[in-house]
């Protein structure tokens, strides 16, 4: 039999680390649901000491996953370790994952420890997490550029006091598959205690290899991958999971290994991540891309119509794609959408929340024919955020937009339940509406991403809309649906101020630069 792959996923934690790509608790709760329906084995939650918010988002997730391990990120410093073990308390089965830079410019310029002391230090918080549960993680940060000889004593020393995992990463994505493939078998053959923790690898995309030296760690004896869903993660991001876990199973004459991933869970998990980030998902994507299984090509046309292997070497149903379409309009029943819901595994927490996406359902309906799952978790997500926060809320725009004249806008906000009108003139539409709320909200925050993307096909298809602002270096995501382009802008822009008004719940991950 083929020895298990385990999937560790971190698209909570590192995957955050994109800037602009902070998460709320309720956010981290949904995405951690869907892994969790995917069977990741292990759900990196996220870096409890960073904030309150953080620790109480780590703890929500905590509370709700039943059947992933939760883990949770700590430097080798004793406060760290205490919250981390702290939020995972509520888990069914929880895991603390801990990390020391071993790199000689780490430790130089960074840490500003001797090898020695790193040594020391690595071993003792090792042994203080043991203290809170069995199942520790240790993490030398760097060690695609770390000394082999050092690397090797310090595996050997937290494997000793305890650490069951040990990680390896390439966390500036600086190695080559075949230079990282034999790092894991030289720290295998060299490390004397090895056979006694799992030896796991966790890539950054730098240069464009990390699901490549994943892979090639596998082939080479690493049985647990850190991975995100879309890749998603700082600077060029980290190894896809759904590339990873398709390889594996795809190439099974190669690996003598495999996960035991629901893999049809894999789209949707995309979707929703992209959807809940901002982070759109760029169309020639391998898996989860809106062309993965498009064939343009006549030739090509051909050859699957005669026989699907001849250019299809995955099956689009197995990741998730479905042709499954929801063809109901104003005329449909309530029963008919919340079965349709409970198809595509939406719940909702009371039957008020049902209501109101009913309702939505049925505006929605009034101005397309056919209405698209894809449509459906529009309505949920967007139901989502106007509970978060109203205190704008857009009750009518009014746009003039005609060639020779410059563009008109009139808004209308409710303002903390009052109702205030503005109206200014812009370069285009987009831009007169944005002006417009300015003119009533006053916020003047820089605008660092607008991105509009269609739910569905057809013109008369719902655009997504995504909007980044940035005020006094806090950054936030708003996100907006609507058949009409200048009303979901003016959608998406409000969900971004109501946000930025919001005192931050958390400190932005990325300020501690974890592995």
């Not at 600077?235 to 495999?258: W, Y």
């Amino acid at each position: 039999m083929n020895d298990q792959l385990i999937i560790f996923d971190t698209t909570l934690r590192d995957g955050e680390q994109s800037p602009g790509a902070s998460m709320t608790r309720e956010e981290k709760v949904r995405i951690a649901k869907v892994l969790e329906r995917m069977r990741v084995d292990i759900i990196e939650a996220g870096f409890p000491v960073a904030s309150p918010g953080d620790f109480e988002a780590v703890q929500a997730v905590a509370r709700e996953v039943k059947d992933s391990t939760v883990c949770a990120l700590a430097r080798a410093v004793e406060k760290d370790i205490d919250r981390a073990a702290e939020a995972i308390k509520p888990a069914k089965r929880g895991r603390i994952h801990t990390f020391l830079a071993t790199s000689p410019i780490h430790m130089q310029h960074k840490l500003r420890m001797t090898p020695d002391q790193v040594l020391e230090r690595a071993a003792a918080m090792v042994k203080r997490a043991r203290q809170y549960t069995d199942d520790v993680e240790f993490s030398p940060e760097d060690a695609g550029r770390s000394e082999i000889d050092f690397l090797c004593r310090v595996l050997e020393a937290v494997i000793k006091v305890g650490a069951r995992t040990v990680n390896i990463p390439d966390t500036v994505g600086y190695n080559l598959p075949h230079q990282f493939g034999a790092l894991i078998k030289t720290l295998r053959e060299r490390v004397p205690n090895s056979d006694q923790a799992v030896f796991s690898v966790h890539c950054h995309n730098d240069l464009g290899l990390a699901v490549a030296n994943s892979l090639s760690a596998v082939l080479n004896g690493a049985r647990q991958v850190e991975c995100t869903i879309n890749g998603l993660g700082e600077r060029a991001g980290n190894a896809s999971l759904e590339e990873i876990v398709m390889a594996v199973r795809t190439r099974r004459d190669i690996f003598p290994c495999d996960t035991r991933l629901d893999t049809t869970q894999i789209v949707p998990a995309s979707r929703l991540v992209s959807n809940i980030t901002g982070f759109p998902v760029q169309p020639n994507k391998a898996i989860v891309g809106a062309n993965a299984f498009a064939h343009e090509s006549g030739i090509h046309q051909d050859g699957v119509i005669k026989k699907r292997e001849t250019y299809e070497i995955m099956r689009a149903e197995d990741v998730g794609w479905t042709a499954n379409r929801m063809v109901l309009g104003k005329h449909s029943g309530r029963n008919a959408f919340k079965s349709r819901l409970k198809e595509l595994r939406i719940e909702f927490k009371t039957e008020q929340e049902l209501n109101a996406a009913f309702e939505r359902f049925k505006d929605l309906a009034d101005k397309k024919h056919e209405i698209f799952d894809e449509d459906l978790q529009a309505l949920v997500t967007e139901a989502d955020l106007e509970q978060e926060n109203e205190h704008y809320r857009l009750v009518s725009l009014k746009v003039c937009s005609q060639t020779g004249e410059t563009p008109f806008a009139d808004v209308t906000l409710a303002v903390n339940g009052s109702e205030q009108k503005a109206g200014a003139p812009g370069g285009g539409p987009v831009d007169a509406a944005f002006k417009a709320i300015d003119s009533v909200v006053g916020s003047r925050g820089q605008l660092l991403l607008y991105s509009v993307n269609n739910i569905t096909s057809g013109t008369d298809s719902q655009g997504e809309v995504t909007v980044r602002l940035e005020k006094a270096g806090r950054i936030v995501n708003g996100h907006g649906a609507d058949t009409d382009i200048v009303i979901a802008s003016a959608k998406a822009y409000l969900n971004a101020l109501n946000k930025l008004i919001v005192p931050a719940e958390r400190t932005h991950p990325q300020v501690d630069q974890p592995i």
